[in-house]
């Protein structure tokens, strides 16, 4: 796939535009497999990413690149047909992980081969690539796209599936969570105010990661909770965007507050969530690591080692009072 994806990209570079022999061989929008297209997709996902983690915004990456903005489309020394500065930052921000700009950007067909391969080849041109190094990319990409794939290697796990990681777990009942020298715990209960445990928060320097299980019923997974949320979140002000993150399709929101001293203020949360067999875990990020520019790992690497114990009842006196909750216990 490597070979393919290099002669369709360098057919590109050479000619400007794409061959119909080219569109056919990169049978781009294909994703069930691996194919040339999304070996190109992912190697200029790759590319980006790293522009992200050094801290640089879509548009800044597509002026980095070369689409300055101009007058229409076509306008910088890295565009291409009908691509500009405004549209090359909006395909941008959606391969970076912004659901509905990618959304949008495929009902735009920018989201095509054209694009790819014009926002790769101004990548190539910026860092002034040799032909080896291109390979080099291309040959990690491959690699990406077939580890993508597989599938998850991670977690959240169930407790009776096999292959969950080993190591030293805190045991809290409906959940079992990495042992973590320097976190702090702190137990939320129920509302009933009988001692029963419903989440926990596993606070981890200056980000925490509040995390809560429940028994999924018909019809109800993270798709259809994310979409509750959203919708709930965008009734009380908040701005609210669809994520595809590290541990898949996220919400990231901005939520107003208002302080103790009367005063106003932005707080930033990452809703996370998994579908296990006969559960639904939620994670919700808050701090420092739910930050626009944060790229701290820990929070999505703590949930997806959390495991989660469906069958524990909890004590007969203290059940959870919030319906189909898995309860927790204090250790």
């Not at 050479?14 to 040339?36: H, K, M, N, Q, Y």
């Not at 921000?93 to 949008?104: C, E, F, N, P, S």
């Not at 990319?137 to 580890?147: C, H, Y």
């Not at 898949?248 to 990452?270: K, N, Y």
């Amino acid at each position: 796939m490597r070979r393919k994806a290099r002669e369709i990209l360098a057919r590109f570079r050479r000619d400007g535009f794409i061959a119909p022999e080219s569109e056919s061989a990169a049978e781009f929008g294909v994703w069930d497999r691996l194919t040339p297209g999304r070996v190109l997709l992912t190697a200029l996902q790759l590319e980006l990413n790293d522009r992200r983690t050094e801290g640089h915004s879509p548009e800044r990456i597509a002026t980095d690149l070369g689409f300055t903005p101009g007058p229409g489309p076509g306008a910088g020394v890295g565009s291409g047909p009908g691509l500009g500065h405004e549209e090359a930052a909006a395909v941008i921000t959606g391969l970076l992980g912004d659901v509905a700009a990618l959304r949008h950007a495929d009902q735009q067909g920018r989201l095509a081969l054209s694009g790819v391969l014009t926002l790769l080849r101004a990548v190539i041109e910026a860092e002034g690539y040799t032909e080896s190094e291109i390979d080099e990319l291309l040959g990690f990409a491959e690699e990406a796209a077939r580890a993508a794939l597989r599938g998850p290697v991670s977690g959240p796990w169930d407790a009776g599936s096999p292959g969950v990681p080993e190591g030293e777990y805190t045991d809290l009942g409906g959940l079992r969570i990495p042992a973590q020298p320097g976190n702090e715990l702190k137990f939320v209960g129920d509302r009933s105010g009988d001692g029963g445990v419903l989440a926990v928060t596993v606070v981890h320097g200056r980000t925490a990661l509040q995390l809560q299980a429940y028994h999924r019923t018909p019809g109800r997974s993270w798709d259809t909770v994310r979409a509750d949320l959203l919708a709930k979140l965008s009734r009380d002000g908040a701005s609210v965007r669809e994520w595809a993150g590290p541990a898949g399709v996220e919400l990231r929101a901005e939520v107003p507050v208002v302080r103790r001293d009367g005063s106003h203020a932005t707080m930033h949360s990452r809703f996370l969530g998994f579908d296990g067999p006969g559960w639904l875990l939620r994670g919700v990020v808050t701090g420092a690591g739910a930050a626009p520019d944060s790229t701290d790992d820990w929070p999505y690497e703590f949930f997806g080692n959390t495991v989660v114990v469906p069958e524990f009842a909890g004590p007969a006196d203290s059940g959870p009072a919030e319906r189909n909750a898995i309860p927790l216990r204090i250790p």
